[in-house]
């Protein structure tokens, strides 16, 4: 699939999006302090999160639903492939946070030596890995949930979408049996399957790439028997995007998801130089998400003290943080190549 212009720009506004919750609410709430913000980003953190998990699901499926071979040698293959795409980065990221902290602090949201060693294969190995902030839980999350749904590949091409819905029922059953019945055992099933809503915001993004490549076929031709396993996932797409947003709880939840499926459907001529400006700067924004807590709150926490407006802290430490994450995105590429 050819880069979708569009996509890479609402990448960018939603990071920004969660990188400012984080700077002003989330801050706030993390050191106990109220620093008087004129502008705050609510619902940045989970509402942001849910739709690039959407995106995520989107183009996992032109990897994985489009691979004509199957078996076990085509399973290990991607799963090497999805985790070697984030490895590299991730430990350039967590070298530059440890490395940071020489240099300025953040508290008890510093990651100790430990906590980097717990952090280096992206697993749950301790307690620890969580102080590497928004980092580890994400890219563990992110990997499970495709590691899972490699699965399909196990199975021929026209078997893979009932596979994949199988895959998120069972979690979304497990999901819904803990909430009514407060058992753990669903609980820890929902988990094994992927983060709860998160799965059901990957299986939308599959779906919505099902419905873009065999929609048209699908309208023509509703009543043929060939398309009712994508019926059937669409029916639990729309279920599954309604739990998440009453889950969510915010009106930017249905506006990004629209957006989302325009930058899909809309895919307007750029001017090549505007074009080649917003990919790159889209390119950057897994390495700013990795870096830019642990960075950004020992900055504000140092500038604050020191008598800078809270706001001026705020810009201060995203530019910060995105230079950063520029350079660890450059040296990740070398290492590529």
Not at 19 to 29: P, Q, S
Not at 47 to 61: D, L
Not at 65 to 83: I, M, T, W
Request: net charge positive.
């Amino acid at each position: 699939m050819s880069r979708n212009i569009l996509i890479d720009l609402l990448r960018i506004i939603l990071l920004a999006w969660i990188v400012l919750f984080h700077y002003t609410v989330h801050y706030n709430k993390v050191y106990g302090v109220d620093l008087p913000f004129r502008f705050t980003f609510e619902n940045g953190g989970t509402v942001g999160v849910a739709i690039f998990f959407i995106i995520s699901g989107f183009f996992a499926a032109t990897s994985l639903l489009r691979q004509a071979d199957h078996g076990p040698r085509q399973f290990g293959r991607y799963c090497l492939r999805r985790y070697m795409r984030f490895w590299p980065l991730f430990i350039i990221c967590c070298v530059a946070i440890v490395g940071s902290q020489f240099f300025i602090s953040a508290g008890e949201r510093d990651c100790t030596p430990l906590q980097f060693i717990q952090n280096l294969l992206i697993f749950p190995i301790g307690k620890g890995a969580r102080h590497v902030d928004g980092a580890h839980w994400f890219l563990e999350t992110l990997l499970l949930i495709q590691f899972i749904f490699a699965l399909a590949l196990l199975a021929p091409p026209k078997k893979r979408l009932n596979i994949l819905m199988i895959i998120v029922g069972i979690n979304a059953a497990c999901s819904l049996l803990y909430i009514a019945t407060d058992i753990k055992i669903f609980d820890r099933i929902a988990k094994i399957l992927g983060n709860r809503h998160y799965i059901w915001c990957v299986f939308i993004g599959i779906v919505t790439a099902l419905l873009i490549e065999k929609g048209p076929k699908l309208l023509a031709d509703y009543k043929n028997r060939a398309n009712r396993p994508l019926l059937c996932a669409l029916f639990m797409a729309l279920v599954l995007w309604c739990a998440v947003y009453a889950k969510l709880g915010s009106i930017w939840f249905p506006v990004y998801t629209a957006l989302f499926i325009a930058a899909i459907i809309i895919r307007p001529a750029m001017p090549a130089k505007i074009a080649t400006f917003i990919g790159a700067v889209a390119g950057v924004t897994l390495a700013w998400y990795l870096v830019h807590q642990n960075m950004g709150y020992a900055l504000i926490g140092t500038l604050v003290p020191r008598g800078t407006n809270p706001e001026v802290a705020v810009i201060l430490a995203c530019a910060v943080t995105l230079a950063v994450a520029w350079a660890c995105t450059r040296l990740d590429k070398l290492l590529h190549k």
